[in-house]
């Protein structure tokens, strides 16, 4: 889709993967950066990263962006991604989700229209980091940072965003598995196990 950006945001500490790279780590025999990439590459015209150390994906020949105020979580990777998004809307995801569905992605993106965004609700609450983002809401983020409100889930609250509920999600993919993400050692271990390999 040539209008459409795919951001991976790759900026967090993982502190309880140890401080282990999230977006390095093998899922089904791959990096799950590169499992995440790919998806990307079949469903976004343009697709970036964002992180403030660009040296484990310089080989991945992918534009790497910083953080515009470091230090903010996703929210500001968000805000990052829509600075420098090329098109008028990006699809956002984190760097430790290994099971991100094209389907939904490209739904999501065809739902849009004039709304500010298109966010996936599970039965756990809404998804913010499997979403399709207008670019020109990047100006309605700092405020929300200079106020220290990163929550993602808040930030959408303000916004004229399209919910999806999951009956409108499960046509297009297992919601189980495509809003899993890596947290912890455990959680890789599940991943793997999904995936039929290391």
Do not use: W
């Not at 993967?17 to 976004?44: Q, S």
């Not at 534009?63 to 230090?71: E, F, W, Y």
């Not at 965004?117 to 990047?138: S, T």
Request: net charge negative; hydrophobic share 50%.
């Amino acid at each position: 889709m040539a209008g459409l950006t795919g951001a991976v945001l790759a900026g967090g500490k993982a502190r309880r993967m140890g401080h282990v790279n999230k977006a390095l780590v093998t899922v089904g025999g791959a990096p799950v950066i590169d499992r995440i990439l790919d998806r990307l590459a079949e469903t976004c015209g343009h697709v970036m990263v964002v992180a403030n150390d660009p040296e484990p994906y310089r080989e991945r020949g992918i534009a790497v962006v910083p953080d515009a105020v470091p230090g903010h979580g996703a929210l500001g990777g968000l805000h990052a991604a829509l600075l420098n998004a090329p098109t008028p809307a990006v699809f956002v995801c984190g760097c430790d989700m290994p099971f991100i569905s094209t389907a939904l992605i490209r739904h999501l993106a065809h739902m849009l229209g004039p709304a500010d965004a298109v966010v996936p609700r599970d039965g756990y609450g809404l998804q913010p980091l499997h979403a399709v983002y207008a670019a020109r809401i990047a100006p309605l983020i700092p405020p929300f940072l200079m106020r220290g409100e990163l929550r993602m889930e808040r930030f959408v609250a303000s916004l004229d965003a399209r919910i999806l509920p999951p009956a409108d999600i499960a046509p297009y993919a297992e919601e189980a598995e495509i809003f899993f993400n890596i947290n912890t050692p455990a959680d890789l271990d599940q991943a793997r196990a999904k995936s039929g390999m290391v």
